[in-house]
């Protein structure tokens, strides 16, 4: 497992994880793995972009609030075989969605970074 990259924004924590993955099941026990070490966290969402899956969850969040946008930073450099999960440690004073869709994608971008490379 990475180091996560970690990122605040407006008091709350954001820590970002990614990896290389081969299937579904790589994927499932990279995110079972990170879910586990943070147990007490207030939200843990993620996705994955296979050659044949794709997949997002949205943690306790809103539909659509912190899936997508981790979805949305792999495609958009064109990713396969990529996990990336997003753990929400504090919840500060976030309560716009465009906010926190925000700091999933970006934490996520980070994320992807730090394992995958620029």
């Keep these: 497992m990475t180091n996560p990259i970690e ?11 990614a990896a290389r993955v081969t299937d579904r099941e790589e994927a499932n026990a990279f995110i079972a793995d990170i879910t586990e ?3 007490d ?3 843990v969402a993620h ?19 912190a899936g997508l946008p981790i979805y949305s930073a792999i495609v ?11 753990v929400r440690e504090i919840s500060g004073a976030m309560t716009d969605k465009r906010a926190i869709m925000g700091a999933y994608g970006k ?8 394992a995958i490379g620029p």
Excluded: C, P, Q, W
């Design 7 to 17: 990122n605040i924004v407006n008091k709350s924590r954001f820590l970002g994880y």
């Design 37 to 39: 070490k943070h147990s």
């Design 41 to 43: 966290a207030l939200s």
């Design 47 to 65: 996705a994955y972009v296979l050659s044949y899956a794709t997949k997002m969850h949205d943690g306790i969040e809103r539909k659509g609030i």
């Design 76 to 86: 958009r450099r064109n990713l396969k075989g990529v996990v990336v999960v997003v």
């Design 107 to 114: 934490t996520a971008r980070l994320a992807l970074v730090e």
